[in-house]
């Protein structure tokens, strides 16, 4: 099981990024996937969830209306659009999943069975 995050960076505050996570080693047809971000000095928190099913939960309340969650099952690819960015955004962002086909919100030092390495957002004038 392998998750891939790219498409961080330092953006200006109001600008907007595209993360993109790459997954191999088990299907989006059966499995959840969590974004996750973690700014220094905090503890992880899930962002969104986009279930196997295309259900989609936005854990905050300060990405709604501002954060896309969305896949592509045949590229195995999911995704994050992140518009109106703050520099409360600012943190690495992981994808992670149980290996389940439904959301589950974990925080608070409770990690998902599988996470990538993360990529870095700035937002920041």
């Known amino acids: 099981v392998q998750l891939v995050e790219s498409g961080g960076g330092l953006v200006q505050p109001g600008g907007s990024l595209r993360l993109s996570c790459v997954v191999s080693?088990?299907?989006?047809?059966?499995?959840?996937v969590v974004w996750v971000r973690q700014a220094p000095g905090k503890e992880r928190e899930a962002v969104s969830c986009?279930?196997?099913?295309?259900?989609?939960?936005y854990y905050l309340e300060s990405v709604k209306g501002r954060f896309t969650t969305s896949r592509d099952k045949a590229a195995n690819m999911v995704y994050l659009q992140m518009n109106s960015l703050k520099p409360e955004d600012s943190a690495v962002y992981y994808c992670?999943?149980?290996?389940?086909?439904?959301?589950?919100?974990?925080?608070?030092?409770?990690?998902?069975?599988?996470r990538g390495q993360g990529t870095q957002v700035t937002v920041s004038s």
């Open positions: 986009i279930s196997n099913t295309d259900h989609i939960i």
């Open positions: 992670a999943t149980d290996l389940v086909f439904y959301c589950i919100e974990r925080g608070h030092g409770n990690d998902y069975a599988y």
């Open positions: 080693g088990f299907t989006l047809d059966y499995n959840a």
